[in-house]
């Protein structure tokens, strides 16, 4: 049973910072590529940043358009997590975020769809 839970959500005023946590068990993150997608009211859900296993212990990191340069994805093997640093937030980056791993084959990364395991999310909020 894969289990994902992400942590480190919160409010925080517009042009600062958080780090958000997803840790996984019941499998083992180092072959996967992982994802994060966001979700905010009213909204559909918007991929955020993945982090694509190209090779042993090898990773690209892709992001969606509004997060680039101001949103970095990255993962510790040996702690089987997997983090989303971010950085001069917005109000309009208020939303749940939630990580997801198990890409389904012949799947973009940034579908919200193609994903197997979902994390609950972690409220995201951006304010003054």
């Known amino acids: 049973q894969v289990q994902l839970v992400e942590s480190g959500g919160g409010l925080v005023q517009p042009w600062g910072s958080l780090r958000l946590s997803c840790a996984a068990s019941?499998?083992?993150?180092?072959?996967?590529?992982m994802a994060w997608f966001r979700q905010a009211p009213g909204k559909e859900r918007e991929f955020v940043a993945a982090h694509i296993r190209i090779g042993h212990n090898t990773y690209y990191a892709d992001y969606g358009q509004s997060v680039k340069g101001r949103f970095t994805i990255s993962r510790d093997n040996a702690k089987n997590t997997l983090y989303l640093q971010m950085n001069s937030l917005k109000p309009e980056d208020t939303a749940v975020y939630y990580c997801a791993t198990g890409l389904k084959a012949s799947t973009a990364v940034l579908s919200n769809t193609g994903y197997t395991y979902w994390g609950q999310g972690t409220q995201v909020t951006v304010s003054s």
């Open positions: 019941g499998r083992t993150l180092s072959t996967e590529t």
